[in-house]
Each structure stands twice: as structure tokens, then as C-alpha cells.
């Protein structure tokens, strides 16, 4: 198990290395995030005891079930899935200090609120539905200046760029289109000078589609697959809105 989840990241890793290469761009520029949904503590320990530093769950109950086991092995935890409000104590309880899933203006001001009691504040990734589909969390792109606009009034909150999940797609091109938009949209929220609002980070790109995210400008890939085996479900089935309703 060691063996193979070693030679995967080093896989992937040089699978990084070549991407930034062919995109004239500095491998220092993109964080490697390991989506760890349904992988156990004890092979999350053996990546983050070689050298990886950032996980990511996407679901609160795996957040919870393996923190005892993770939370002496140096690392930091980011929440990639959809969170409803009633799970926000439990983001903070166990210590993620990035939600990348901001996708609507109710999450955020409850979360300000319980930010504030507890004398806190939280980096937090705007989700945008870069591909449309119906079955995909995330503010559709058009709204996703005013919600960046109203979610910068909060002091607690420190946006620090965009996320989005792309097609799932063979075809790179339409994938590559999803991308784009968020690049595009990163670089308008820019122009507009919002206080309180970074656009450094672009949260984007997966197994499958890592080196298209980077040549469209991605700072944070999220790998899971690729590096700890296939999960029984496929990744569509985590990211998808109607799975997701009764389950967190």
C-alpha cells in the first residue's frame, strides 16, 4: 500500500512538474490538494509523512471520523464538499482553515456569525458552476461578483480566490471551456478592486484533467483517484447535488 501510494504521487507530481513546463509556468505556482474522501487515516498518514501537507474532505462525517488519527501528523485541512449551515460548528471544531465551497450568501453569513463568537476568521474559495449543470453546486457565473461583493462585507471571512468542479468530460476541450471562465472571471473580480478580497488562488482541475486546469492558470489541483486507487463510486457521484441533499 506504501509502495503504491508513494509511486502515484510521485506520478502526479511530475505529472505537475511537466504541465507548468508546457505552460511556461513556475511548478512553485500549483499546490497539490489530495481529495481524501473515503480514503482511511492510515493511508492519508503515509502521504502526509512523505512530503504532502494539504487534504481535503468533502463530506463532514469523514471530516470528523478521522481526525483523531490525522490531527498529531502536521498538515492542513481544506473542505472541498458542499456544507450545509447546521455543519458549520463542526468545520470549525475540527480545525479546517479553508472552505473552498462558499456558493451562496446564507452559508456565509452564518458562518461570519459563528466566525465571530468564536473570535476566528476563515479563508475561504468562491464555488462557481462553471459547466451549468443542474446536478453541480456553485453560483452560476453571472452572480458570482455580487455574491464575491457581499461575501468581502464580512470580516471574518478572507477570500482568498475561486473553485469550481469542470465537466466530467472526456473531451478536454469542454472541460478546458469550464476553466476558462473561471480565469476569466478571477481576472474580472480583479479589475474590481473589491476590499477585503484576494484572487490568488484558482481551485480547479482533478485526476483526470490536472494538466488542462494548470494551462488555464489553476494554483490548487485536487487529486484523489490517482493517487489512492479508485473509490466505489466515481467522482461524479461525491460532486453531484441530489447524492449529496440527505447525506451531509
Not at 29 to 53: D, M, W
Not at 76 to 103: A, E, P, R
Request: glycine letters at 4%; proline letters at 2%; hydrophobic letters at 40%.
Amino acid at each position: 500500500m506504501k509502495e503504491d501510494i508513494l509511486n502515484n504521487l510521485s506520478i502526479i507530481n511530475n505529472r505537475i512538474i511537466k504541465a507548468c513546463e508546457k505552460a511556461g509556468r513556475s511548478a512553485q505556482e500549483v499546490k497539490l490538494l489530495l481529495a481524501t474522501k473515503t480514503v482511511s487515516a492510515n493511508r492519508i498518514k503515509i502521504a502526509l509523512e512523505n512530503g504532502q501537507t494539504l487534504i481535503a474532505e468533502n463530506k463532514v462525517q469523514e471530516l470528523k471520523e478521522k481526525f483523531e488519527d490525522l490531527k498529531d501528523t502536521p498538515h492542513t485541512n481544506h473542505f472541498i464538499g458542499h456544507l450545509q449551515t447546521n455543519k458549520i460548528k463542526d468545520i470549525l471544531k475540527y480545525n479546517v482553515s479553508c472552505l473552498q465551497s462558499l456558493d451562496r450568501l446564507e452559508l456565509a453569513e452564518k458562518l461570519h456569525q459563528r466566525l465571530l463568537a468564536e473570535n476566528k476568521t476563515m479563508d475561504v474559495l468562491i464555488q462557481v458552476n462553471t459547466s451549468n449543470e443542474d446536478s453541480k453546486f456553485g453560483i452560476a457565473p453571472e452572480q458570482a461578483i455580487e455574491l464575491t461583493k457581499k461575501v468581502s462585507e464580512f470580516s471574518t471571512l478572507k477570500i482568498k480566490g475561486l473553485m469550481t468542479i469542470g465537466l466530467f468530460s472526456a473531451e478536454a476541450e469542454k472541460v478546458r471551456l469550464c476553466f476558462k471562465i473561471l480565469k476569466e472571471l478571477q481576472q474580472k473580480i480583479i479589475l474590481e478592486k473589491i476590499p477585503n478580497v484576494e484572487m490568488k488562488e484558482l481551485s480547479m482541475g482533478m485526476s483526470g484533467d490536472l494538466e488542462t486546469a494548470i494551462e488555464e492558470g489553476a494554483t490548487i489541483v485536487r487529486v484523489g483517484t490517482a493517487i489512492f486507487g479508485a473509490r466505489i463510486y466515481p467522482d461524479s457521484y461525491y460532486w453531484n447535488e441530489e447524492n449529496n441533499k440527505e447525506k451531509l
